[in-house]
């Protein structure tokens, strides 16, 4: 009895052992048999790019393999925002190659499949643009478009604008703002509120002095020019537009503090200009808060923060420039210009990433050269000392005659006896 059970049991291990070998050795073969039949695509047969006519299914999966080695050594895949270039990993790129083999159509051109993880796509993102709220993307679109790169095997590079997957509300968004303090006239209120917003066209100059002219309004003062011309340069330092003309005047107008200038005079070809080196349009908004200007620049968000730092401000003193005269009288002296210090500051634009600087640019050095005092001294030589001795040699000279005179008049008491003696005469 025992001898039956253990050859019931040693049967069933044989059994059991025959099996596992068997389909572990012809597991591939049939999956092949089924999955990848040996009989070969029809003329005109692709998979994706790959022309896979008069393959078997084996040889249509190498020749697909070489094809996609070769595309990951080649391709270069980039994100573009805004001012802001990164490289990419192609990788990134899931190419189901099998399945696309399986599902091929002979005689037909068939889709290389290919997916592209979310959460990857999103993490690499995150690390290239950490400043991107990926939110206000649409992510599904760029994964299709990214999943397209790879079903054809693009070559050469391709370059992903994000931009053109930003939601619409963030192409409007406040990029940069500013309330200036300084109390505005009415006349340039009264242009602000009928021109109140100028377009920044992409990878365009904008020249003040021209936007000044087509909006035909000739009454404004220079004061009131300079005054926006340089509220719209500091607009511009928060932004990565160049700066190609910015001038100052002699000596720093008292409403705009140093360093921020930017003086325009049309009728001297002073001017202020700037360019859009971006290739998406921007919109300056202007108008009047409680008898202030305040600016807008509305567009897309730009990759870096950008600030405008001033550095290394000098003073210097003025100099003491002293003329001389014949019409002052000797030993005098008038100011004629008291003098006035002279200023030197330089201007820096700071990109920034999350509060880490990436880049910083000297955009100008605003010098006001100082007045120099200025003194009228007389001319005239001192008296000469001759003259003084001469003067008193005069009046030494006089002064003998004067006692003459004196001693030629008769004193008191020679008067007295002369009047007794007259008496006596008249008494005899």
């Not at 001017?271 to 998406?280: E, G, L, V, Y």
């Amino acid at each position: 009895m025992k001898d039956i059970q253990f050859i019931k049991v040693f049967i069933s291990m044989v059994l059991l052992t025959t099996y596992f070998i068997t389909f572990s050795h012809y597991g591939a073969f049939a999956y092949e048999k089924v999955f990848l039949s040996s009989s070969t695509f029809a003329e005109g047969t692709k998979i994706g790019p790959v022309d896979v006519s008069e393959k078997t299914k084996p040889m249509s999966l190498k020749i697909l393999n070489n094809q996609i080695d070769k595309w990951k050594q080649e391709a270069k895949l980039s994100f573009q925002y805004v001012e802001k270039h990164e490289e990419m990993d192609v990788s990134m790129i899931e190419i189901r190659k099998k399945d696309s083999v399986a599902k091929a159509v002979s005689g037909e051109t068939n889709p290389l499949m290919a997916d592209v993880s979310e959460k990857q796509l999103k993490s690499m993102i995150a690390f290239s643009f950490p400043q991107l709220d990926l939110n206000t993307f649409d992510l599904q679109s760029l994964q299709k478009d990214l999943a397209d790169i790879g079903s054809y095997l693009q070559k050469g590079e391709t370059v992903i604008d994000l931009t053109l997957y930003l939601k619409e509300q963030k192409k409007r968004d406040i990029v940069a703002e500013r309330l200036f303090k300084h109390q505005v006239g009415p006349d340039l209120q009264d242009f602000i509120h009928k021109h109140s917003s100028i377009k920044v066209t992409a990878n365009a100059v904008f020249s003040f002095n021209e936007w000044i002219e087509k909006t035909g309004f000739r009454s404004l003062e220079e004061d009131d020019l300079n005054l926006l011309s340089t509220s719209l340069f500091q607009i511009i330092m928060q932004s990565n537009f160049l700066i190609l003309e910015k001038n100052q005047s002699e000596s720093l107008p008292g409403n705009i503090e140093l360093g921020t200038e930017a003086k325009v005079q049309p009728e001297k070809n002073l001017n202020f200009s700037f360019m859009n080196p971006n290739d998406q349009e921007y919109i300056i908004e202007m108008k009047m808060v409680n008898g202030k200007l305040y600016m807008a620049l509305k567009g897309i968000p730009f990759a870096y923060q950008y600030k405008m730092i001033l550095k290394n401000k000098e003073t210097i003193a003025p100099k003491v420039v002293v003329r001389y005269s014949p019409s002052l009288p000797f030993n005098e002296m008038k100011v004629k210009t008291s003098g006035k210090k002279g200023l030197l500051i330089q201007v820096y634009r700071v990109a920034s990433e999350l509060n880490d600087k990436y880049k910083e640019e000297k955009i100008s050095e605003d010098f006001y050269p100082p007045v120099h005092r200025v003194e009228i001294h007389s001319s005239l030589k001192p008296p000469e000392p001759k003259q003084v001795e001469e003067e008193d040699s005069k009046e030494s000279t006089q002064q003998p005659k004067s006692d003459q005179l004196n001693k030629n008049e008769p004193n008191e008491g020679q008067k007295d006896n002369e009047t007794k003696a007259e008496n006596k005469q008249q008494a005899s």
